[in-house]
């Protein structure tokens, strides 16, 4: 009896310091939480109402409320928007004043270092702090307004011409059209869905990329919204891969919604597309961050997606995240086209971007033989802006033979 009571204790003890780690992993979590939303507020705050601008005293209560505020409700929100509930209006509050305070802090950094200049030069006087929080405030509400716009209207056609060598003469001038990162939301968008659809058509494709991150949220919460990607038409193959955002979602969901639509899930194979006796390999790869969602069959496998496929034919590799490259290059894939990167979205992220990616936007060389076209995607993601990082639906026109 003592020494199963000895045993429960053991039990009842390793519980306990189960639990008291799980609480301590939890409150450094929410004490990171904090000093990032610290960090983010206090710059804006200072340069706006705390560096010396000597705005009556209703106006700096008002403003540093404001802060506060946000301050304190804002993880709220996202638990809200972004957690199990999946509540879409919170989540449309959230995401926007996370924008709106990102291009604040980044303004009033720069407005900072200019009021620094400035006072280093004896110029401004005692009017310099306002001058600067108004500026600040000018330029962040025309950039938002801006930005805002750029978010939401359908995406510019941008054109491109790539050299496959190994292409053969039948399939020189196929048409690439690529989707990247549509992320249908919490903000309802089946309007400029159906636009883009609009688009995508108007342009005689070949072959139709999604490359992946379709929406935030599950199949049923955005069917209204990726309903129009049915209606898009192409001659040879429409052709679809996960990205990280599907993981979050129901990533099999989603291949199932996409495949109802009538595309091609390219969850970890290929499909074979001839036109003037010569063929093209369309291999696809789930998003890199698969093999940790705990899905059975979930993971970036390219020896699985090119099994069968004739190693004399040229590659085009779906994958949603440029840093698959390597793989790619290593495989010799001749083209990998990728998303994920918005390009940067909103400018200065596009720097941080970099840390984690070898490509923020655009065509780039990867071996002797490996080409990546990095699109700086269709959507946006969270905060509804684009600053200096427009979207994008492009249309990549292989080419045949050597430059």
Known sequence: MDGRGGAVDEGESVEAEVRVGRAGRRWRRVGVLLGVLVVLCLPP????????????????????????????????????????????????????SLGVVWVLWTWSVLGGLVDLVLGGFDVGGAGRARIVALTVAAVSAGLLGWGHYEAMRVPRVKRLDVRVPRLGAGLDGT??????????????RAGWSARVADAVNALDADVVVHAGDIADGTPAQRREQSAPLGTIRSKLARVYVTGNHEYGGEA??????????????????????????????LAGVDDVTAGSSGLAGHSADLTGALEGADPALPVLLVAHQPKYVPQAAAAGIDLQISGHTHGGQIWPFNFLVRIDQPVVHGLSRHGERTQLYTSRGTGFWGPPFRVFAPSEITVLTLRSGAA
């Open 45 to 96: 705050w200072w340069t706006l109402f705390g560096a010396g601008a000597d705005w009556p005293l209703p106006v700096f209560l008002t403003g540093t409320g404001v802060f506060v505020a946000w301050l304190v409700s804002f993880p709220f929100l996202m638990v809200a928007g972004h957690g199990s509930r999946r509540n879409d209006r919170a989540a449309r509050v959230a995401d926007t």
């Open 175 to 188: 048409r690439v059209v690529v989707l990247a990162d549509t992320h249908y939301g919490p903000i309802d």
């Open 252 to 281: 099999q969901g989603w291949l199932d919604r996409m495949a109802d639509l009538g595309w091609e899930a390219l969850h970890n194979r290929h499909v074979v597309v001839k036109r003037g006796g010569d063929a093209l390999v």
